[in-house]
């Protein structure tokens, strides 16, 4: 990856990638988890700190191998665990309905059950061998025979077996191999001399891609994008441009949202029904509700609740902000540590003063309050219900319900005094032109 991030922790939908594998785990039922870990295994278990409490976590000082690594985990193994499923860390697409088919294999006999895929290229991927419904062998391919290697059904690495001989089997693997490194592939043929069942399932080919470097994390992304726009889609969302539109992992929109092109998604947004987000726009760690809309070129920043019918527009920023019902923020404006009345208007190019270079300070405005254009309201401060505020102002002071407040310089008038400072300026300008 060239990173020095460990490469299980690079994002995919800003969620690492060894979380979607967990997460993926636990919804197939798993209820412990054991990751094997080697350099940097602190950030690594940070990182699923939040995802999983029972997690053990093992260390492999040497790499012999996928076999080698499963045996890492010999304690927990020795615990005798019903089902025991061997996931990647690096391979964040798998559903967890693909794990769950793989258990229910074992469920009906199998002692071994291994995911596969059909490889429109098969070359350089392992084989699976299947005769009469059973996995008979994993041919790798330098192995393979001229005929085995015309079949497209291949190894995806993924695997589940029972726990009750797994140690036993696994500590039967050797290392009599080129590389001299202790194999996970040689556990169904180990299996079946001793008269058990192995199984073979097919599995989408998206499941089982790994990450090596940066262009592959991209097509993983890319995939993982893929199919949440279309799981969106078919629960009832519209995305006028779905290819355009960017969602973490965490993105919440209900039935009946409208997401035009060319949108971006941060992490924690929830999103109720019949809003629209239109485009250009950028939301993370905020919550809107029913028939609100935000943008064109909207950016929503953490904090941020806007409620029922409320709208913020273009070229607006809102956060750590309260939209009331029904508020408008609508051009031009930045509105942050803030609170926006009930059918309350922000005019265009108005701004809440929040920080004073140490502090962050709060600005109120009550329900039904007009905010006139280009106004700057200094915080901390308050403006009361149904107040007016004048455009142009620069309030610094409390402002009571029911009241108007100009804070400006008064307009003069000069008659004729623009035909002056033209010319005076024109002979200056003369002047430097002589010296």
């Known amino acids: 990856m060239r990173s020095n991030l460990p490469k299980v922790l690079h994002p995919v939908a800003g969620l690492p990638m060894v979380v979607h594998v967990?997460?993926?785990a636990i919804?197939?039922?798993?209820?412990?988890?054991?990751?094997?870990?080697?350099?940097?295994?602190?950030?690594?278990?940070?990182?699923?700190?939040?995802t999983a409490t029972n997690v053990t976590f093992c260390e492999q000082v040497e790499r012999l191998g996928t076999a080698h690594a499963v045996l890492a985990a010999r304690d927990a193994l020795a615990q005798g665990y019903d089902d025991v499923l061997v996931l990647f860390a690096d391979t964040p697409l798998v559903r967890p309905q693909t794990l769950k088919n793989l258990r229910s294999a074992l469920a009906d006999g199998a002692e071994i059950a291994v995911l596969g895929f059909q490889a429109s290229n098969p070359s350089g991927y392992g084989r699976l061998i299947v005769e009469n419904g059973e996995l008979v062998a994993i041919r790798e391919d330098k192995d393979a025979s001229?005929?085995?290697?015309?079949?497209?059904f291949c190894n995806g690495g993924i695997m589940a077996f029972r726990g009750r001989n797994a140690l036993e089997m696994?500590?039967?693997?050797?290392?009599?191999?080129?590389?001299?490194?202790?194999?996970?592939?040689?556990?169904?043929?180990?299996?079946?001399?001793?008269?058990l069942s192995v199984v073979a399932l097919e599995g989408d080919k998206d499941e089982v891609l790994g990450v090596n470097n940066r262009v592959e994390l991209a097509e993983i992304e890319t995939i993982w994008q893929r199919r949440r726009r279309d799981e969106l889609m078919l629960a009832g969302v519209s995305m006028i441009a779905p290819e355009t539109v960017f969602l973490s992992h965490d993105t919440a929109l209900a039935a009946d949202c409208v997401v035009e092109p060319n949108v971006v998604f941060g992490p924690g947004v929830s999103i109720d029904?019949?809003?629209?987000?239109?485009?250009?726009?950028?939301l993370e760690d905020c919550t809107i509700a029913d028939n609100a809309t935000v943008g064109p070129h909207s950016r929503i920043r953490p904090g941020t609740r806007m409620a029922t019918g409320s709208r913020v527009g273009n070229f607006c920023e809102l956060?750590?902000?309260?939209?009331?019902?029904?508020?408008?923020?609508?051009?031009?404006?930045?509105?942050?540590?803030?609170?926006v009345g009930k059918g309350a208007n922000v005019g265009a190019g108005t701004i809440t003063c929040n920080y004073d270079g140490v502090n962050k300070h709060r600005t109120e405005i009550g329900e039904g309050t007009f905010i006139g254009s280009n106004s700057a309201l200094v915080a901390p401060v308050s403006i009361g219900n149904n107040a007016y505020v004048a455009s142009g102002s620069v309030i610094v002071e409390d402002i009571p319900d029911d009241a108007m407040a100009i804070a400006r310089g008064r307009q003069a008038n000069k008659p004729g005094y623009a035909t002056r400072l033209r010319e005076r300026a024109e002979a200056a300008k003369k002047a430097r032109a002589k010296r």
């Open 273 to 282: 029904e019949g809003t629209r987000i239109r485009s250009f726009s950028h």
């Open 146 to 152: 001229e005929q085995e290697k015309q079949i497209t």
């Open 27 to 50: 919804e197939a039922g798993a209820d412990h988890h054991v990751l094997v870990v080697g350099r940097e295994s602190e950030a690594v278990k940070d990182a699923v700190a939040d």
């Open 319 to 339: 956060k750590n902000a309260e939209i009331g019902e029904g508020a408008k923020v609508n051009h031009l404006s930045y509105v942050g540590d803030a609170s």
């Open 170 to 195: 696994l500590e039967v693997i050797g290392n009599d191999n080129a590389k001299g490194e202790y194999y996970l592939t040689d556990l169904p043929s180990i299996a079946r001399e001793k008269g």
């Open 22 to 24: 967990l997460e993926s």
